[in-house]
Every structure is written in C-alpha cells, then in structure tokens.
C-alpha cells in the first residue's frame, strides 16, 4: 500500500507524470481521478525526447478540469463511489489435519523450546485426534507447576480467511466550476476513505484543487493551479517475510492448534501483564495476528503540494510567448511503533522500539519558450516551438530508530536503552536546459517533426556534464494522396528515430538508513541524484558495542565517463477500413540502451574491488499490435466498440564486456534470465537421490526460463443503447515464469494442503501413527533413482553440471526416509515443484452505466445529469488451481527498478471488488 508505482512500459517503467505542461513528482496516490479531464500515455522516445531523460521510457501526460462556461455560467459536479472487497480470487489453502511441531511430535512448555518443539517451529506436529496434549492455553496444575494436558483439535480452521475482513472504499468530490468571456475558475475536494482487509489498516486522503485562468488583455493571459494532497494512515500493513508479517504467522508457519476468533487471543495480552507480553501459541518467533494489527503499528503521513502559475502573451494569431513555473513537493513521515514482546529478526529480546523515517522534497521548474504556426507558401505548414527550463532540485532525509525501549508503550528516542541510531542523506541537483521542436508538413504528403534538447547537469561529472539528443520523425497518410480501393478508408505510415542521455540520478529512493533485519524498506519516487559519480569516501557505521567504525572505499570513478545513452527506432502503420468501422494500428520498436553507467570488476590484487565506468549494452525491442471496431451500429441506438490489444518485448546483452560475462550471462544473451538450484537428474530425466534417500542438487543455480512475459493482450467490449452502456475487459499475459513463495514456504513449513495429499500425505499417516514403534524406519520412498555402482558424481567447476554421465550406473531408489518433514523440505519446496507460467487471464472490469434522461427533470431542473454505475472488478481469474495461493498479475511486469525477480516477496490474498458510482452535475 502507498509504494511507488510501477507502471510498465515496453519493458521500462515510466517516471515521469507531466500535469498541465510541466514535470511534478508523483506516486499518482496525490492526483485524484476525478480532477483529470484527459491523460496520454507518451511511448515512443520521439514523443517524449523533449521532455528530458525522466521521460526516456515514456511519459503520462494529465491535463485537469477547467472552468467551462455553460448557460448559468458555472456548474457543481458531485461524484460519489463505493467499492467493497470481499470473496477471493487468490488465497493460500491450508490444510487441517495436523499441528504444529517438528517430526510429528509437540507439547507446549514456554514457547520458545522450553516445551517439545515449542519453539520456532513447523506445521508438522501430531495429527488432530482429540488426544491430550500440552498446549498453549491448557491449564497449569497449582501444586505441581505442570502444565496440562488438553484435547488436540483443529480449533483453528481457515485462521486467516476468518481473519481477513471485508475491504472497503469510498470516495466523494465535489467541485464548482465557472466562466465568463475573460476568465475561469473551478475548485474541488474530494474524500477518500479505505478500509484494508486486514483488521486495523486504514487510509484516508484529502485532495483540495483550484485551477483558474484570466485574460489580462486581448493578448496577455494568466493561468494557474494549486493541488493540495493530503494522506494520513495510522497503521500500514507489512506482508515482507518475517515475524513482522500476518502471513507469515498465520499462513506459513501456524495451523489449526490455535483459533483466531478465541477470546484470549483477541484479548492480545497475556492477564497481569498488559502492555509487556502478548499471548500466542509460541513466543520464540511467530506473533499474535491480533496483536499485530492493534499493537505494533507502522503510520504513514504525507503531504504532496504541487502548483503551477504562467503567463502566455499572444503576439498575433502566429506567435506567442509563455513563461511558467511549477513547484512539487512532498513531506512524509512514516514511524513504527514496536511493542514489547514483538520478535522480528534482530531484535529477539522483546523490548519494543520506535523508528522515524522522514523525507522531504522541494522540485521547482522555471521554464520560458516561444511557439509559432504558420503557413508557409502554399506547401508548408511550421509548427514550432524553442524553450529554455532551470530545474532546481532538492532533497533530505532521515531514520532514527531507538535501540529497545526502557518503558513499554513510551515510543520516544528518548526513552531508548542503548544510544539512537541515526542516519542521514541529502541531495541537491540543478539541470539547465534548452529545447526546441518543429514541425514541418509538405501539403497532405508529409509531416516532419524533430526535437532536441540539451541539459547541463550537476549529477555528472564536471568534464562531462552537457548532452544533447535529438529526435526525428516522418509521418505520411498515404491515403491523403494516393485513390485507395474502396474498403481501405484511411491509410497512415510513420517512423522515427530519437536519442536520450541518463544522468546519474535515479527515479526512486529509500530511507537515509536502514539497519533493521525484517520488513522493506518504503520507496517514493525521487528523480535526484545518486551520487554514483561521487569520490568515494569513507563508510561510517555503527560496530560491536555501539562503536563507530570507518570502512576504506574499494571503488574509484573513471574521470571521463559519461551518461549512458538511448537510441531509439520505431516504425508504424495505421489503416482504417469500412468507412473507419475496422480499424488496425502496428507498431516496432528497437531501443539500444547504453553503455551504462556501472562498476567495472576488479581483481581484488589492484586494492580495489570496482572501476565505474560505462559498460554493458542492452538492445530492447518489441512490437504492438491494435485492432478497433464496431461490429454492430443501428438506426436504434445499439452500438457494440471492441478493443484488441497485443504487444510484446525482449532485451537482450548487445555488448557484455567479459569482466561482466560468467557461466550464466554472456554477450547475446536474454537479460531476463532466471536461475535457480534444481535437482541432479539421470540423462532421462530421473531425479538422483543420495544414499540416505534425499534428492541430490547441482552445486550451481541452472538456468530455468525468463522473467519477461512472452506477449500480453487485452480485450475490451463496450456496448451502449440510448442511455445505457456496459463496458468489460479480458487481459493477460503468456509466458514468464515465477516461484511461488508462498506455496515454497508453506509447503517446507508443512501448512500447505498439498503436505496432506497424495504419497505424501499417506506417509504423513503413517509417521503419525508408528513413529514410536520400536525399529521404526519411515515409509517414504523418494522418486527417482540412486548411483548404484559406488562412482562418486562430479560436476563441471564452471556450471555445476554433472560430467561423468559415463561412470555412472544408476538403480531405482529404494532407501526410506524416516521424516517425511525432512523430505518435503529439501525436495517439494523447490523451484521445480513451485514455480509456474505467468500465464493468466482476468476478468479485469465489468462497468454498467444509467444515464437518467434530463426530460425527466424538465428544461428547468437545476440537474443538468445523473449516472449511475455498477462496478465489478477481479471478477474472474484464470490461473492453475494449485497456484491460486498468488496473484501472479502482481509480479507480471518489471520492478519498479525494470528488473525481474526469480521469487518475489510474501503478499495478501487478493479479493473480489463490487462497487457502485452515482455522479450528479448542477
């Protein structure tokens, strides 16, 4: 919730939001919907070169609302909609028959192994058969001190699906609006509340936005805005892995021993010690989900301000002038409160802690240009337009954490044991640039447009720091000029080419410090330097004993190096057919990216480790495809508009310096490549197992597919009848491939339904009922076979494939494992039996729209229009059944660094939405 968003594009990940003409620094949580009037997506480098390198992987431009004139001469627009989550489409299914422990066996003593397997342990303890056992809440003997035994039960059927709650959202703006014939104005506020799924999780962001406009003279006009942001919530959920995660303690690592819903773990705190120790099934490592959601809390408060203001002074109907300024910025504060007897990683002894991580950004454009159109003879028509842009950039953070507290529930540093922690970073930057456009059409046979723009940037080197990269692009309707059979009705070809240089900056950032073992740190979006280019210094950082130690640089940077470049091809076709009822757009793109800006490896015998420099070339290409048309239109009303949509990418190494290259990536390779540990296999394919029955893996992670998808669609139907319409979207991708982390992590931790089921669920039987036995030896066999000739496998130094096929002789498998716990872990938790296709489809949007008739109201009805919608979203999910326990849609793109991850993180399950929208206008 609340991260930097990661909007793909081609591949890249666009960072740059352009509002009303000018750059602001956006995550888009601080832009409310209903202030926008229109917004492009700007993909082509040629469209975005001009903008500056921010925008070299695309550009969203947003143009607000103004004040229109109408009868009365202003207008009120309400607009209301609520959405409520509830029903899953992805959801971990947990199986019920066992408990938690280790090897079958559990008894509770303290919780932190004082007991049988009490501690940090696993969902593999003894089966639910009513037996008595030691349990977390079974009564303690007052003459003894014993705790006793009672019934073992599944009590805690579905935990987290009881626990979820259903989400809501609700949002309402209202805005007044207004013109006459020499100004404008318009003024909204909207309310947006949300409910998490998770107990105690909430937003609420306040938007206030005023835009106005006045005509000075006939010739000299003002124009203006101001957007006020405000986001406020208490607690943010954290779904990382760890003890710090609701999933991770209910999900991975708990069972059904325990009930969510019962009173004593609803009451948080163990009696007589409020405050200091919560109540849980096991204290060593897992955390009441309760206790979680009410007591540890992480807040989130930001404020965005962004605001604009310009002059444009019109010379004649061919010249104008403007000079305008933005200023963004944000303010966010983002503290956890930590309580005692919270046990994240790192910090086991229960003591609670507080932490800050506070940012603030001041980004100001001040930009001057002159734009012209005229005719020129009776061939050429110019368009054109040369700016001058100063953009004054500041940035600082910081985190100060408390080193455990010495009262629980005092969340000040100072109130901390050991001395704070405290960290720091800031940044400056200036960018002075100069553009220019034209625009060129020869009669209806061409258009030409190029583009250039050069920047001066302090985040580069001093010998090093003015670049300059143009762009060009033809256009030609063909159909314009040349008689073109009857079905073709509009026929359009284009090019271009375009270059874009990268500075040394970097479009996000993270907290001053982070010396915390659990969690993720919060990302916002940035677009200051990184000081990559910067002379090394020395590190500072906390060591043993709270004493500081200084660390020697192992990098130096190349004096001549230079910001990496883009170069960018595209070709295009557009053709409409059947008086433009069918409609086809095609559109190939090559993208050669480099030599970036990277740290060149060194033998650590030159007393460095890295030389940074530029190197290493990529080449990005692809291909989008567009169908559009209306396949029914009658005299009636009915109208059916469909929208097909097709595209895909693939990068590749055009230059690897073999520094760089390794057994896994060389030059001509896939970036995208993925690599995992995967079992030793027989040249048929067998899995090898060791003598004592366990799988045998290759000393090396093998290549096991792409992270890129190999295509993505998307189909979208709309149908509209007089005052009806209804909208729904099919989308999806093919190709990719991604690990499961939660189906790994719950099937090693035994709580995955897939650990009852099959061969192994009937050895899980089996354990339960005669580990005890006198001479017991197990009952699972593995899959697969076992060297049977003595040979000793031996594998490649350099790829960690097996090179003595020849020596080996192999025999079925036949040794017993005598845990099927210890089986499971090392065998069905691995990439091979938890990874999977990104292939999905989604019923995305399903949207039915009542435009009540104004004659209903009559001609003089202050209403002017009424709609109500029916809204449903993540209605249908297709996916592999035994994967439903992720949402892949979330993990189908790049990062927000255009990177891949082999397994990415934990995340919540993901629901169904049902809403509805009512919109008035006055």
Same mark, same amino acid.
Request: without cysteine; neutral net charge; proline residues 5%.
């Given at each position: ?21 000018? =750059? ?97 342990? #696993? ?20 003459? /003894? ?41 318009? *003024? ?15 937003? #609420? ?5 005023? /835009? ?74 897992? @955390? ?29 109907? @061919? ?43 001041? #980004? ?42 010495? %009262? ?38 061409? /258009? ?74 919060? *990302? ?24 500081? +130690? ?48 990277? =740290? ?43 929208? %097909? ?36 296999? /027989? ?21 096991? +597919? ?217």
């Amino acid at each position: 919730m609340l991260a930097a968003p990661a909007v793909s594009l081609r591949g890249q990940n666009i960072t740059l939001y352009v509002v009303d003409g000018m =750059p602001i620094s956006s995550d888009t949580w601080n832009i409310s919907p209903d202030d926008i009037e229109t917004y492009t997506v700007l993909k082509g480098l040629a469209a975005t070169a001009i903008y500056g390198s921010r925008a070299q992987n695309g550009a969203i431009l947003i143009t607000t609302k103004r004040g229109k004139r109408n009868a009365k001469g202003f207008s009120v627009d309400f607009n209301s909609s609520t959405q409520v989550d509830n029903g899953f489409i992805a959801l971990p299914e947990t199986q019920a028959l066992y408990g938690g422990g280790e090897r079958t066996e559990y008894a509770f003593g303290d919780g932190k192994g004082g007991g049988l397997n009490d501690g940090d342990y #696993d969902v593999w303890g003894p089966k639910f058969n009513g037996q008595l056992i030691p349990q977390y809440d079974s009564p303690i003997d007052p003459a /003894t001190g014993i705790r006793q035994g009672t019934p073992y039960v599944a009590r805690g059927v579905n935990n987290l699906k009881r626990f979820i709650q259903p989400g809501l959202l609700t949002t309402n703006s209202i805005s007044f609006s207004g013109a006459s014939d020499r100004a404008n104005v318009r *003024v909204s506020f909207s309310n947006s509340h949300q409910k998490g799924i998770i107990p105690n999780t909430k937003l #609420d962001i306040n938007n206030f936005n005023i /835009t106005a406009g006045y005509d000075l003279t006939s010739k000299l006009k003002i124009e203006g805005g101001l957007n006020y942001n405000r986001q406020n919530s208490p607690n943010i959920p954290d779904v990382q892995y760890g003890p710090n995660s609701v999933i991770y303690s209910m999900t991975i690592w708990t069972g059904a021993d325990w009930d969510v819903d019962a009173p004593d773990i609803r009451g948080i705190w163990q009696p007589g010690k409020e405050g200091v120790q919560s109540v849980f099934a096991e204290y060593q490592r897992y @955390h009441n989900p309760w206790f979680m959601s009410y007591e540890w809390l992480r807040g989130h408060y930001k404020t965005d301000v962004y605001g604009n203001l310009g002059l444009t002074y019109k010379f004649n109907t @061919h010249l104008e002038a403007v000079l305008r300024a933005n200023v963004s910025t944000y303010d966010v504060l983002r503290n956890e409160k930590m309580p005692y007897s919270a046990h994240p990683y790192g910090r086991e002894e229960n003591r609670g802690d507080y932490r800050e991580d506070r940012r603030s950004l001041y #980004d100001n454009n001040v930009e001057g240009l002159v734009k012209y159109n005229n005719k020129i003879g009776s061939a050429f028509t110019i368009d054109a337009l040369a700016g001058v842009n100063a953009r004054n950039f500041k940035y600082n953070s910081s985190f100060v954490t408390t080193d455990y507290l010495n %009262v629980p529930g005092l969340y000040s540093f100072s109130n901390s044991v050991n001395p704070i922690k405290a960290y720091s970073y800031n940044a400056d930057m200036l960018v002075l640039s100069a553009y220019y456009s034209v625009g060129l059409e020869f009669k209806d046979y061409l /258009t030409l447009t190029t583009t250039g723009r050069v920047d001066k940037s302090s985040s580069l080197l001093k010998n090093n720091n003015t670049y300059f990269y143009p762009s060009f692009s033809l256009a030609s309707v063909i159909s314009d000029y040349v008689k073109m059979p009857k079905v073709i009705s509009f026929l359009k070809v284009r090019a271009s080419y375009a270059t874009a240089k990268a500075p040394s900056t970097s479009a996000y950032l993270g907290p001053a410090g982070y010396p915390l073992g659990y969690g993720a740190p919060y *990302v916002t979006t940035y677009g200051g330097p990184n000081f990559g280019l910067s002379d090394p210094a020395y590190t500072i950082s906390p060591t043993y004993n709270n004493l500081t +130690g200084a660390y020697a640089p192992g990098n130096k940077i190349d004096p001549n190096v230079k910001s990496s470049v883009l170069k960018s091809t595209e070709y295009g076709l557009d053709i409409r057919f059947l008086g433009n009822r069918l409609g086809f757009s095609a559109t190939y793109y090559s993208n050669l990216i480099g030599p970036y800006i990277r =740290p060149f490896p060194l033998s650590e015998a030159s007393g460095l480790t890295a030389f940074t420099t530029n190197a290493i070339t990529t080449k990005l290409s692809g291909a989008e495809i567009s169908l559009m048309g209306t396949p029914i239109q009658t005299k009636t009303g009915f109208r059916w508009d469909v929208l %097909v949509n097709w595209s895909t990418f693939k990068e590749v190494y055009k230059d690897y310096p073999s520094n760089f290259a390794n057994y896994q990536f060389h030059q001509g390779d896939r970036v995208d490549k993925l690599f995992a540990n995967l079992t030793a296999k /027989t040249p048929d394919g067998q899995v090898i197992n060791n003598g004592a029955g366990f799988p045998v893996y290759l000393p090396k992670g093998q290549y096991v +597919g792409n992270g890129d998808v190999d295509w993505s669609w998307a189909i979208n139907n709309r149908f509209t009848y007089k005052t009806f319409s209804l909208s729904f979207q099919f989308d999806g991708k093919v190709g990719g491939i991604v690990q499961d982390y939660v189906k790994r992590k719950s099937t090693e931790g035994g709580s995955n339904i897939e650990t009852v089921q099959g061969a192994v669920g009937v050895a899980r039987q089996y354990e339960n009922d005669h580990h005890k036995d006198p001479g017991f030896e197990g009952s699972y066999v593995g899959e697969g076979v076992q060297v049977s000739n003595g040979a000793v496998i031996q594998y490649d130094d350099v790829t960690g494939v097996i090179t003595n096929y020849k020596d080996l002789q192999f025999a079925t498998n036949t040794s017993k494992v005598k845990y099927i716990q210890d089986y499971v872990s090392s065998f069905f938790n691995n990439f091979e039996h938890t990874s999977v296709a990104k292939t999905y489809a989604k019923l995305r949007e399903v949207v039915l729209t009542y435009s009540l008739p104004m004659k209903v109201f009559g001609d003089k009805s202050v209403i002017r229009k009424i709609e109500i919608s029916l809204v449903g979203r993540n209605l249908l999910y297709f996916f592999p059944s035994r994967f439903h326990d992720i949402d892949v849609d979330q993990y189908s793109g790049r990062n927000i660094y255009s990177g891949n991850s082999r397994e990415p993180n934990l995340q919540t399950p993901t629901t169904r939405s049902y809403g509805f929208n009512i919109n008035v206008g006055f």
